[in-house]
């Protein structure tokens, strides 16, 4: 009786299996799903080997499952938690909402540059009624420019009938402090005076401290021992403190790389649950419903994604592999782990277009201008810039290689865990729709 290893992993004296003689693909009807998850699966492919042909296929294959899967409200949020519970963020979310429950204070990073936004508004109102009040007193009590309050507030042709000889007797930090304080009361305020009675009497310093005058003048400004006697010899030289040894391991955190690890994974873990928790608030805001309109499509192009995608590669070839995976990963994030936005056939395409190019001008060396990737796409330039934008917000800015240090893993991850758990899920709920989706890329 014969057996078989369904996973090659489970011989552990076996060598890992390698690529020999293998040609590259031709067309999409050369590559064969499963034996693409088998590959990946077993590190036959990865992100250095793949070919070009094998990333669109994982392209088109993706959104078309995606789709498909959305159709199916039930199936999409089974599969969505089951993402979810893999990715290890389900406790951090189930804690942001007992939190937010608790306090509701807590808010995203959109709320919090608003209320800094309208505190600065406030502030700048403030100093402009507070100056327009000054201004009006002055009018009706008809007193001379020559008095310290009309002189912060006065005009340009008052400041011209001035003598000169009071240009420096003008005091500026004196209305400006008693208008501030008058008005309000705030740290803000407090310590927007401080650095306004700076700036005006960093001039009289400068004006009163010869020093300070031949630091900013001397020619050799290298030269310049700013502590210390220029007199001082060698000899008098205090010797530097250096610090123990014995006290330096002690007072450093020592890390090992699996450590370090362990903690960015931590770190990572919390921003994405973080995310997920605000993407799920902003969702049902009336601007997220404006802004998702500007992808969609009237009517459906003759060109099929796969064929789309083939018709960006063939016009547009200089484009990098990583920019296409990143590309993919993005729109799976939005649709999938956000679930931030519906991933339809009539908003698909300009899905593609946005984010592969917004992902073109960030990871590849080689720039296509606008005006000839405008004529592979169809689009022009107003269209092309105002998708790249709408993207830009959709994903909050964030493209997932801006200052993080775990970029090639988490497309490493991708490819090699999340593909694979929506080909195997979609396979095992919707077997149908896979035939026909698979068969539909080979013909």
């Known amino acids: 009786m014969t057996t078989f290893v369904k996973d090659i992993k489970e011989i552990p004296s076996l060598k890992p299996p390698q690529e020999t003689f293998v040609d590259d693909p031709t ?19 990865n992100l250095n080997n793949l070919h070009i042909l094998h990333i669109i296929f994982i392209y088109s294959i993706t959104l078309k499952f995606i789709i498909k899967l959305q159709q199916h409200p039930e199936l999409f949020e089974k599969f969505r938690n089951q993402v979810i519970e893999n990715l290890g963020v389900k406790d951090l979310l189930n804690e942001l909402e007992s939190h937010s429950s608790r306090s509701p ?6 709320e919090t540059r608003l ?20 201004s009006t007193n002055t009018e009706t009590s008809g007193s001379s420019s020559s008095s310290s309050t009309t002189s912060a ?42 650095v306004r009675k700076f700036d005006h009497n960093f001039g009289e310093i400068l004006m009163n401290n010869d020093k300070n005058i031949s630091i900013f003048a001397d020619e050799n400004i290298d030269d310049i021992r700013y502590k210390g006697n220029n007199n001082d010899n060698n000899d008098n030289k205090t010797e530097p403190v250096y610090i123990p040894l014995e ?39 009336i601007n997220h419903q404006h802004l998702i309109k500007i992808f969609n499509l009237i009517k459906l192009p003759n ?19 990583v920019a296409y995976i990143n590309s993919i990963y993005l729109i799976y994030k939005i649709s999938i782990i956000l679930n931030f936005i519906p991933l339809t056939n009539e908003n698909s395409y300009r899905l593609i277009i946005s984010s592969l190019r917004t992902n073109i001008k960030n990871l590849d060396d080689l720039y296509q201008k606008q005006k000839i990737f405008k004529n592979v796409i169809g689009l022009n330039l107003k269209d092309l810039l105002k998708l790249e934008i709408s993207f830009c917000y959709l994903i909050n800015f964030n493209f997932n290689f801006n200052l993080n240090y775990n970029f090639e893993n988490t497309l490493k991850n991708f490819l090699n865990f999340e593909f694979i758990e929506l080909v195997n899920f979609f396979k095992f709920e919707l077997f149908d729709d896979y035939i026909d989706i698979v068969n539909g890329l080979s013909t």
Do not use: A, W
């Open 105 to 110: 204070s807590i808010c995203d990073d959109n």
């Open 303 to 321: 060109l099929s994604i796969q064929n789309f995608l083939l018709r960006i590669n063939q016009y547009s070839s200089s484009i990098s592999k």
């Open 115 to 134: 209320k800094i936004d309208t505190s600065n508004t406030q502030i700048f109102n403030n100093l402009n009624s507070s100056n327009t009040s000054i």
């Open 247 to 285: 006290k330096l391991i002690e007072t450093t955190n020592l890390q090992t790389p699996e450590e370090l690890e362990t903690e960015n994974n931590q770190k990572e873990l919390k921003k994405l649950s973080k995310e997920i928790y605000n993407s799920q608030k902003v969702k049902s805001s």
């Open 27 to 45: 067309s999409l009807s050369e590559i064969n799903l499963d034996d693409l998850v088998f590959d990946l699966q077993n590190g036959l492919k």
């Open 153 to 194: 507030t006065s005009s340009s042709s008052d400041l011209n009938n001035q003598p000169k000889d009071n240009n420096n007797n003008i005091r500026m930090d004196e209305p400006n402090l008693t208008i501030l304080k008058d008005h309000s009361h705030d740290d803000s305020n407090d310590s927007l005076t401080e």
